[in-house]
């Protein structure tokens, strides 16, 4: 009997969540310091700084550090906790993790990051690099008269917005042109 009580309170258990921790600590640096931290609109102190943030198995927090003029902005990594793995006995299991999100972690807990201005803060520069590595897939998305890649390239470049995917341009050059770069 005491067999069976033990296999029903294994199946039921939710190893992340009773055994692991329901907060992860993050750092970030950068050079030069002094620099503002904001995590999801908080603002959690001047760099370096170490805080702590809630698991969520939803949403990775978004990140905005700002410096004189430059912003940089990023999200935080997740990867799987490892505890979750021993979830295999249960569906329910695997449902309590994600629900209190501890099935996931924040990796890395260590951020670096420059606060010097460099041409990816240029505009133009920046449109360029999305282009060329995203340029099959505004091919398609483009072909099919939406998607992801579409979108933000209409985000990027305000005066592409509300026009018909038929006549978005297609090459660096109309790019440049008609965003005016």
Do not use: Q
């Not at 970030?28 to 603002?43: Q, Y």
Request: glycine share 4%; with cysteine.
């Amino acid at each position: 009997m005491r067999a069976l009580a033990l296999v029903l309170c294994l199946s039921l258990c939710s190893c992340a969540t009773i055994f692991g921790k329901s907060k992860d600590s993050v750092t970030i640096t950068s050079k030069p310091e002094g620099a503002t931290v904001v995590v999801n609109g908080v603002e959690m102190g001047k760099t370096p700084v170490t805080f702590e943030i809630d698991r969520n198995a939803w949403n990775a927090p978004t990140v905005v550090i700002t410096k004189d003029k430059v912003t940089k902005t990023f999200t935080l990594n997740r990867g799987l906790e490892a505890l979750s793995i021993l979830n295999c006995t249960s569906i329910f299991s695997w449902a309590t993790d994600v629900t209190s999100g501890n099935i996931v972690r924040y990796t890395p807990s260590n951020y670096d990051v420059d606060m010097t201005a460099n041409s990816m803060d240029d505009k133009a520069s920046y449109l360029r690099s999305y282009y060329l590595l995203n340029r099959v897939a505004l091919a398609n998305d483009i072909a099919r008269g939406h998607g992801e890649a579409l979108s933000a390239l209409m985000e990027l470049c305000p005066r592409l917005r509300g026009r018909s995917p038929a006549v978005v341009p297609t090459t660096m050059e109309e790019i440049e042109k008609d965003c005016a770069l």
